[in-house]
């Protein structure tokens, strides 16, 4: 059973940057395509993008484009998250999970291993 680990969420003011990544415990996760997700408080778990198993394909949420970017090291079993202009909206807890069955990539119902979730909080 592969687990997630994340990292490098945290607090940043309004505008800023942060890195998340995801590590995986199993060499396989170089096969599956991975997602991230972000839920805040009172809200449902939303897509904010997922990334092929090659990398070549990169879904991104609207609210994202142009300001995060996934990226992937399968040598590394790690998966990233680049969050740039960040704005208080973006607070939220951020979850990468490694998706397993049906079609959409922005359905967190397709996916089956979920890391523990990294708080970010961008301050105004």
């Known amino acids: 059973q592969v687990q997630l680990i994340e990292s490098g969420g945290g607090l940043v003011q309004a505008g800023g940057s942060l890195r998340l990544s995801c590590v995986a415990s199993?060499?396989?996760?170089?096969?599956?395509?991975v997602g991230w997700f972000r839920q805040a408080p009172g809200k449902e778990r939303e897509f904010v993008a997922a990334?092929?198993?090659?990398?070549?394909?990169?879904p991104v949420a609207d609210f994202a484009k142009g300001r995060f970017t996934i990226s992937r090291d399968n040598a590394k079993k790690t998966v990233y998250l680049q969050m740039d202009s960040l704005q208080p909206e973006d607070t939220a807890v951020y979850y990468c999970?490694?998706?397993?069955?049906?079609?959409?990539?922005?359905?967190?119902?397709?996916?089956?291993?979920w890391g523990q979730g990294n708080q970010v909080t961008v301050s105004s």
């Open positions: 990334i092929g198993w090659s990398g070549g394909i990169t």
């Open positions: 999970a490694q998706h397993s069955s049906g079609s959409e990539w922005d359905d967190p119902r397709n996916y089956g291993y």
């Open positions: 199993e060499r396989t996760f170089s096969n599956y395509v």
